[in-house]
């Protein structure tokens, strides 16, 4: 980090974002805290721990803050993940660690182990704490990291930690990712993000801004660096090749939760249309009502049962206002200076599952903004032909390693496994970590 200003103070400040983006799951205090921490039963082989992509030993963390131990419970957290505030904030505990809690098994609610595990990070950054443990020693090893995202973060936390030199290229102006810049303010704010990139800087991460790697450059940094670590994540999110897709009002997803994180838009205008079932088209959706849609629908080509976006996603669309238009998919987008409708073809499932379109079922909405949140492609084209093995775009890695088909290259998160959660990033990048410091062990023993 060049200088000595830190990232949190690099956030933008917008009262109305604030106002408008309060926390969905509002923080434990201690009165709260402590009650729900001795609720926990401490189990041995916890079914939570295991069903955390990182492995965080819940019942440890957990165990502390009930003893009133707040940093020890961060220690143990951020042993396993070094990203643990973010997780707790922005992963589907639902279908992970909570959703394995034992308590289902006596219906009983399970322990609230995000808001927990949130509780005992916050405190260790609101104290201005330090980082539990330091770099290692140095061992004269270095290794260049493209992208500045959970994967990449996660990766360096463990070569720092094993003394080996991380250097992290990123195109945009902060680090961080998705966490910074694609994650819905409600559930992790920009500045907390940032925030949480400042306690891991503590272990000497060195970052390098606006810097958009191409070949030629991936090859300089592939001569200068012991090994190369892969977290570009995905590329643009995939359009539909329709009419009127040009036409100013029609935007992807992740750029419009950028823009109003990062401050440059406040608003949003009356009528929204979000194309795309997943989470981040709830996420597009949850936030266009927030900024002052009047009215926001999610079009999507099948059910609900279809839906990528998890359960409780859904139900919360329902709850901030936004309405689905189920079976229907765009034909066009209609306007003259700017997106004034949006037309939509009514579709069936036949018996061998293919949609076709339903005859005279089109229906046309009036629409002030379209946003296409229909999956990202992928993003690997400054991969030279031949460097490293892809299939379908996507690198090809040893899972226990991250190592690719080229022994110096190492890879984790979305642009290996297509775009899943950020603790699953976060896992990548550990163990790609671990890895890449076991392979530059060998390669000086065999020296």
């Known amino acids: 980090?060049?200088?000595?200003?830190?990232?949190?103070?690099?956030?933008?400040?917008?009262?109305?974002?604030?106002?408008?983006?309060?926390?969905?799951?509002?923080?434990?205090?201690?009165?709260?805290?402590?009650?729900?921490?001795?609720?926990?039963?401490?189990?041995?082989?916890a079914p939570c721990?295991?069903?955390?992509?990182?492995?965080?030993?819940?019942?440890?963390?957990?165990?502390?803050?009930?003893?009133?131990?707040?940093?020890g419970s961060a220690k143990t957290i951020l042993d396993a993940n070094i990203l643990g505030a973010s997780c707790a904030r922005a992963c589907p505990v639902d279908v992970l660690c909570?959703?394995?809690?034992?308590?289902?098994?006596?219906?009983?609610?399970?322990?609230?182990i995000a808001r927990l595990q949130r509780f005992a990070m916050e405190s260790l950054l609101e104290n201005g704490s330090q980082l539990p443990?330091?770099?290692?020693?140095?061992?004269?090893?270095?290794?260049?990291?493209?992208?500045?995202?959970?994967?990449?973060?996660?990766?360096?936390?463990?070569?720092?930690?094993?003394?080996?030199?991380?250097e992290i290229f990123d195109a945009r102006a902060l680090p961080g990712g998705l966490n910074t810049y694609g994650i819905a303010e409600y559930k992790l704010p920009l500045a907390d993000s940032l925030r949480e990139i400042d306690l891991l800087a503590q272990l000497g991460v060195e970052f390098h801004f606006n810097v958009?790697?191409?070949?030629?450059?991936?090859?300089?940094?592939?001569?200068?660096?012991?090994?190369?670590?892969?977290?570009?994540?995905?590329?643009?999110?995939?359009?539909?090749?329709?009419?009127?897709?040009?036409?100013?009002g029609v935007v992807n997803a992740l750029d419009y939760i950028a823009a109003y994180k990062s401050g440059q838009i406040i608003s949003a205008p009356e009528r929204v249309a979000v194309?795309?079932?997943?989470n981040t088209a709830i996420d597009a959706a949850n936030a266009s009502v927030r900024l002052g849609s009047r009215e926001v629908h999610i079009i999507y080509r099948r059910g609900p049962e279809q839906m990528s976006a998890f359960a409780f996603e859904y139900e919360h669309a329902k709850q901030e206002g936004v309405e689905f238009?189920?079976?229907?998919?765009?034909?066009?987008?209609?306007?003259?200076?700017?997106?004034?409708?949006?037309?939509?073809?009514?579709?069936?499932?036949?018996?061998d599952g293919s949609l076709v379109p339903k005859p005279g079922e089109n229906l046309r909405l009036?629409?002030?903004?379209?946003?296409?949140?229909?999956?990202?492609?992928?993003?690997?084209?400054?991969?030279?032909?031949?460097?490293?093995?892809?299939?379908?775009?996507?690198?090809?890695?040893?899972?226990?390693?991250?190592?690719?088909?080229n022994p110096k290259y190492f890879a984790g998160g979305d642009c290996v496994n297509g775009g899943r959660e950020v603790v699953d990033a976060v896992a990548d990048g550990k163990r790609a970590g671990i890895g890449i410091a076991a392979w530059l062990d060998g390669q000086h023993a065999n020296a």
């Open 275 to 278: 194309i795309g079932a997943g």
């Open 1 to 45: 980090m060049s200088g000595s200003k830190k990232f949190y103070e690099q956030a933008p400040v917008s009262r109305e974002i604030a106002a408008r983006f309060p926390d969905l799951h509002p923080p434990f205090d201690a009165t709260a805290a402590i009650p729900e921490a001795s609720r926990c039963l401490y189990c041995f082989d």
């Open 325 to 351: 238009v189920w079976h229907a998919k765009p034909a066009s987008i209609l306007g003259k200076d700017r997106v004034e409708a949006i037309e939509l073809v009514r579709l069936e499932t036949t018996h």
């Open 366 to 405: 009036q629409v002030d903004m379209v946003v296409f949140a229909i999956g990202q492609s992928t993003y690997s084209d400054f991969l030279e032909s031949g460097r490293i093995k892809l299939e379908r775009g996507r690198v090809v890695i040893d899972r226990a390693t991250g190592q690719t088909s």
């Open 133 to 166: 443990f330091s770099p290692g020693p140095d061992t004269g090893k270095s290794v260049a990291l493209i992208g500045g995202g959970p994967a990449s973060l996660a990766c360096a936390a463990e070569l720092r930690r094993r003394g080996i030199r991380a």
């Open 212 to 248: 958009t790697v191409n070949a030629t450059q991936l090859a300089e940094l592939e001569r200068s660096h012991d090994a190369v670590f892969l977290g570009v994540g995905l590329g643009a999110i995939h359009q539909l090749g329709i009419a009127g897709e040009q036409l100013p």
């Open 49 to 71: 721990t295991a069903a955390c992509p990182t492995h965080i030993d819940v019942p440890a963390f957990i165990k502390k803050i009930a003893s009133g131990n707040l940093e």
């Open 98 to 112: 909570e959703g394995a809690c034992v308590l289902h098994r006596y219906n009983k609610q399970p322990i609230a």
